[in-house]
Nanobody, 115 residues
C-alpha cells in the first residue's frame, strides 16, 4: 500500500498562484507515473498533468503554459505549480500514482479561485 497526501490547496484570486504538493509514503520509483487529476462539482474527474518516471510530461490543453508538474524522487514528492489561475480551475485536486501493478489516490485538496 502507498499513501498519498496532498497539500497546498486554498482560496486564491483569479490570476494568482498556488503550489500543490503530494507526499508519498514510499520512494517514488522510475517505474511510477505520477499524475494530478481534478474534479469540479457535477463534473467528471479530469486528468490535469502527468509525469512519467523517465521525465515524459503531458498536460490537458486548458492548463498548458500555466501549470507545471514536477517530481522529486529523493523527497518522495510530486508538485503542481499553478499560475494565472482562473475560476474554471476551481476543483478538488487529486494526486495519483500508477505503475504496472498498482494504482493509488490521495484524499484530495480543494482549490478555489474566486474574487
Amino acid at each position: 500500500q502507498v499513501q498519498l497526501v496532498e497539500s497546498g490547496g486554498g482560496l486564491v484570486q483569479p490570476g494568482g498562484s498556488l503550489r500543490l504538493s503530494c507526499a508519498a509514503s514510499r520512494s517514488i520509483r522510475s517505474t511510477d507515473t505520477m499524475r494530478w487529476y481534478r474534479q469540479a462539482p457535477g463534473s467528471e474527474r479530469e486528468l490535469v498533468a502527468g509525469i512519467a518516471g523517465y521525465g515524459t510530461i503531458n498536460y490537458v490543453d486548458s492548463v498548458k503554459g500555466r501549470f507545471t508538474i514536477s517530481r522529486d524522487n529523493a523527497k518522495n514528492a510530486v508538485y503542481l505549480q499553478m499560475n494565472s489561475l482562473k475560476p474554471d480551475d476551481t476543483a478538488v485536486y487529486y494526486c495519483n500514482l500508477v505503475n504496472a501493478y498498482d494504482h493509488y489516490w490521495g484524499q484530495g485538496t480543494q482549490v478555489t479561485v474566486s474574487s
